[in-house]
């Protein structure tokens, strides 16, 4: 739009894209959030040393914030969002509630004034009846959100979701709503400006949640249908308008499974999951939002809109899932985005040789991509994320990866608890299919070759040691051996490759992969694949829908040898309490010479601004403290040691 940009920073964002992306940079404090970006005060010093006229508070810290808007205002500056008044009013759950119900939109129940003590609680939750949700009045982002389904497990969700919400938002209101079973999250897009015209954009369904934080969205919702989708657009344009509503902003709502919606909150910023809506409608949210905020009248009427195919975005979170989604911080040693184009959107905010700190959202990039329909849109998912490499942190590509191919996910079977329902103990990736062994051994071999064709045309070595081709081979995957044949297929670039025999069947393989690449595109029996690659050792490790694949290639003979190497079993840490994550050690709830019994409370480890309790395995007496309240403890750290 040719507007000159100014970006803010903190100790933690020092080297961040958006710093280098922008015209000029400020830096405005130390890394916690609340020294930086939630200082009000820094923010406008900045706007005053640049001569900045306006500000887009982008997704999270102060988007929200009245005190913000107005104070932006005062000093004549514009804020890239919608008034202070409606911030006001749709920041705050309680009256964000009382005011959907008077523009007719249907509402949770619930009790929606500050609730002071967790005794109160209980009172409101028995009347309501369990299971109830305590939400954070100033919440956004899965913070302070907390579910319980008796009244012990209500008092310890007080105190966790009125201290998150404390350290989140500065405002530790919490208010109770009845917690609908099976819910699904769909939202609807709004967008308005100052001469009362309020459009909507249709819906993006959002139901696949991890701690009350999205993790797969899609445009538009399996589910609904034309009359529901009419109806929920509607309601939020009519509250929109109620409200006075000028910008780009959220209706959010829970779908019981017959389709009858209520309002869930309204969010009074941009979504970090506007792509999908944007490729779905050709509209471009942000600059609307830029040209609303500078006075201008929307062009765009509600007979305009016209979506147009379907929309995927998957998050990409510095997670383990293989350890319960513990979150994950370190250094991107290697980062390879999948390549770009009309289908496949990535939007980032990190580089290779960056870090991701345990001071902000776990969040690392999104992918977003387009289809002519939903199978499509989510087979193109699935091969952008193969082509996703990190290494440095762990990351839950895998699991998004997974995601895409599971049954119930393809068919659009979709709840708010289809994470907790489909991996109640955790993610574990599927197990592989014959046609999946089939294209790993054949990348697998394909590697080997390459490898072993560079290392044979190295200069000096004996006469009779130049490259030679042996065609038969054996790829080990799991303790199973996997005899193969190899003709060589000579081409040039993604034409060159092998022909190999497995079983009686032919797996032609053509790329033009060269050794190092992390990520081999190819075609085997002219079908498209991607895959995530590295040497480990003198094998190789291969990622390819949500399984990552140890595999080794031997000579017959070598094979023989292998199948009898005994395997090492790793050190019993059985009499340790270790931190699950890189994080805050906020709290000990025993000390030496205590006894625990299973699931009692041993300490609180605080990371990405999120409250994680670690409790005891089984019953024991703690010998020796190895950590105190306040140390940054980082992956495997050990905090607590028990009698043997």
């Not at 993790?215 to 344009?237: K, W």
């Not at 490259?467 to 060589?488: G, L, M, Q, S």
């Given at each position: 739009?040719?507007?000159?940009?100014?970006?803010?920073?903190?100790?933690?964002?020092?080297?961040?894209?958006?710093?280098?992306?922008?015209?000029?940079?400020?830096?405005?404090?130390?890394?916690?959030?609340?020294?930086?970006?939630?200082?009000?005060?820094?923010?406008?010093?900045?706007?005053?040393?640049?001569?900045?006229?306006?500000?887009?508070?982008?997704?999270?810290?102060?988007?929200?914030?009245?005190?913000?808007?107005?104070?932006?205002?005062?000093?004549?500056?514009?804020?890239?969002?919608?008034?202070?008044?409606?911030?006001?009013?749709?920041?705050?759950?309680?009256?964000?509630?009382?005011?959907?119900?008077?523009?007719?939109?249907?509402?949770?129940?619930?009790?929606?004034?500050?609730?002071?003590?967790?005794?109160?609680?209980?009172?409101?939750?028995?009347?309501?009846?369990?299971?109830?949700?305590?939400?954070?009045?100033?919440?956004?982002?899965?913070?302070?959100?907390?579910?319980?389904?008796?009244?012990?497990?209500?008092?310890?969700?007080?105190?966790?979701?009125?201290?998150?919400?404390?350290?989140?938002?500065?405002?530790?209101?919490?208010?109770?709503?009845?917690?609908?079973?099976?819910?699904?999250?769909?939202?609807?897009?709004?967008?308005?400006?100052?001469?009362?015209?309020?459009?909507?954009?249709?819906?993006?369904?959002?139901?696949?949640?991890?701690?009350?934080?999205?993790?797969?969205?899609?445009?538009?919702?399996?589910?609904?249908?034309?009359?529901?989708?009419?109806?929920?657009?509607?309601?939020?344009?009519?509250?929109?308008?109620?409200?006075?509503?000028?910008?780009?902003?959220?209706?959010?709502?829970?779908?019981?499974?017959?389709?009858?919606?209520?309002?869930?909150?309204?969010?009074?910023?941009?979504?970090?999951?506007?792509?999908?809506?944007?490729?779905?409608?050709?509209?471009?949210?942000?600059?609307?939002?830029?040209?609303?905020?500078?006075?201008?009248?929307?062009?765009?009427?509600?007979?305009?809109?016209?979506?147009?195919?379907?929309?995927?975005?998957?998050?990409?979170?510095?997670?383990?899932?293989?350890?319960?989604?513990?979150?994950?911080?370190?250094?991107?040693?290697?980062?390879?985005?999948?390549?770009?184009?009309?289908?496949?959107?990535?939007?980032?905010?990190?580089?290779?040789?960056?870090?991701?700190?345990?001071?902000?959202d776990p969040m690392i990039s999104k992918v977003t991509t387009w289809g002519r329909d939903?199978d499509s849109a989510i087979a193109l998912m699935r091969r952008a994320l193969d082509e996703f490499y990190i290494k440095g942190?762990?990351?839950?590509?895998?699991?998004?990866?997974?995601?895409?191919?599971?049954?119930?996910?393809?068919?659009?079977?979709?709840?708010?608890?289809?994470?907790?329902?489909?991996?109640?103990?955790?993610?574990?990736?599927?197990?592989?299919?014959?046609?999946?062994?089939?294209?790993?051994?054949?990348?697998?071999?394909?590697?080997?070759?390459?490898?072993?064709?560079?290392?044979?045309?190295?200069?000096?070595?004996?006469?009779?040691?130049?490259?030679?081709?042996?065609?038969?081979?054996?790829?080990?995957?799991?303790?199973?051996?996997?005899?193969?044949?190899?003709?060589?297929?000579?081409?040039?670039?993604?034409?060159?490759?092998?022909?190999?025999?497995?079983?009686?069947?032919?797996?032609?393989?053509?790329?033009?992969?060269?050794?190092?690449?992390?990520?081999?595109?190819?075609?085997?029996?002219?079908?498209?694949?991607?895959?995530?690659?590295?040497?480990?050792?003198?094998?190789?490790?291969?990622?390819?829908?949500?399984?990552?694949?140890?595999?080794?290639?031997?000579?017959?003979?070598?094979?023989?040898?292998?199948?009898?190497?005994?395997?090492?079993?790793?050190?019993?840490?059985?009499?340790?309490?270790?931190?699950?994550?890189?994080?805050?050690?906020?709290?000990?709830?025993?000390?030496?010479?205590?006894?625990?019994?299973?699931?009692?409370?041993?300490?609180?480890?605080?990371?990405?601004?999120?409250?994680?309790?670690?409790?005891?395995?089984?019953?024991?007496?703690?010998?020796?403290?190895?950590?105190?309240?306040?140390?940054?403890?980082?992956?495997?750290?050990?905090?607590?040691?028990?009698?043997?």
């Amino acid at each position: 739009m040719g507007i000159k940009t100014v970006a803010v920073y903190s100790d933690a964002d020092k080297y961040g894209r958006h710093v280098r992306a922008c015209d000029e940079a400020i830096y405005i404090g130390p890394s916690p959030a609340a020294e930086s970006y939630l200082v009000i005060d820094k923010l406008l010093s900045a706007c005053r040393q640049t001569g900045a006229d306006a500000v887009h508070p982008g997704y999270g810290f102060l988007s929200e914030r009245t005190t913000f808007a107005k104070a932006l205002a005062d000093e004549g500056i514009t804020f890239i969002g919608p008034n202070a008044e409606v911030i006001r009013l749709m920041g705050d759950k309680i009256l964000a509630n009382r005011a959907a119900k008077e523009a007719g939109v249907p509402t949770v129940p619930g009790h929606w004034d500050q609730i002071p003590t967790p005794e109160e609680a209980v009172e409101i939750a028995n009347g309501i009846g369990f299971p109830v949700m305590l939400k954070a009045a100033a919440g956004g982002g899965g913070k302070g959100i907390r579910i319980a389904h008796d009244e012990a497990e209500l008092k310890e969700a007080f105190r966790l979701a009125t201290s998150e919400a404390r350290q989140a938002f500065g405002d530790d209101r919490v208010f109770i709503e009845k917690f609908i079973e099976q819910p699904r999250h769909i939202e609807i897009q709004v967008l308005g400006d100052k001469f009362g015209n309020v459009i909507h954009l249709d819906e993006r369904e959002c139901s696949i949640q991890r701690r009350h934080q999205k993790v797969i969205e899609e445009a538009p919702s399996p589910f609904l249908d034309a009359a529901t989708r009419h109806d929920m657009g509607m309601r939020a344009v009519n509250l929109a308008k109620a409200c006075g509503y000028d910008s780009a902003g959220t209706c959010e709502f829970i779908v019981d499974q017959r389709r009858n919606f209520f309002f869930l909150e309204m969010n009074t910023r941009l979504q970090v999951e506007h792509s999908v809506t944007e490729f779905t409608h050709n509209i471009d949210l942000v600059e609307w939002m830029i040209r609303v905020a500078a006075g201008e009248e929307m062009t765009i009427r509600q007979e305009d809109v016209q979506p147009h195919g379907w929309s995927v975005e998957a998050r990409v979170y510095a997670e383990d899932p293989n350890r319960k989604f513990m979150p994950s911080t370190g250094r991107l040693v290697r980062y390879r985005e999948p390549i770009e184009s009309d289908e496949v959107r990535v939007d980032s905010g990190v580089y290779e040789g960056g870090e991701i700190s345990m001071f902000y959202d776990p969040m690392i990039s999104k992918v977003t991509t387009w289809g002519r329909d939903r199978d499509s849109a989510i087979a193109l998912m699935r091969r952008a994320l193969d082509e996703f490499y990190i290494k440095g942190v762990h990351h839950n590509i895998a699991f998004l990866t997974a995601l895409m191919a599971n049954p119930r996910f393809l068919q659009g079977r979709l709840s708010t608890a289809f994470i907790a329902e489909e991996y109640p103990e955790g993610f574990a990736p599927a197990p592989l299919e014959s046609q999946d062994v089939d294209s790993i051994v054949a990348v697998a071999m394909l590697m080997h070759l390459r490898y072993l064709f560079r290392a044979k045309e190295v200069s000096g070595q004996m006469p009779g040691y130049g490259r030679r081709f042996h065609p038969d081979w054996v790829a080990e995957i799991n303790k199973k051996f996997y005899p193969v044949t190899i003709e060589e297929h000579a081409g040039r670039g993604s034409e060159e490759g092998f022909d190999i025999t497995r079983d009686g069947r032919i797996l032609s393989i053509r790329s033009d992969w060269v050794v190092d690449d992390p990520v081999v595109r190819c075609t085997i029996n002219s079908v498209p694949h991607s895959f995530k690659v590295e040497r480990v050792g003198i094998g190789y490790r291969l990622y390819h829908l949500g399984a990552e694949v140890d595999v080794m290639v031997y000579t017959a003979k070598v094979a023989e040898l292998a199948k009898k190497m005994p395997e090492r079993k790793p050190p019993d840490m059985s009499k340790y309490l270790v931190s699950p994550m890189p994080g805050l050690l906020q709290s000990l709830s025993v000390e030496a010479g205590e006894r625990v019994d299973e699931g009692d409370e041993l300490a609180i480890v605080q990371a990405m601004k999120m409250e994680n309790i670690l409790r005891a395995a089984r019953s024991g007496k703690v010998t020796k403290l190895h950590a105190n309240a306040g140390d940054t403890l980082s992956v495997g750290q050990i905090i607590i040691e028990f009698e043997q």
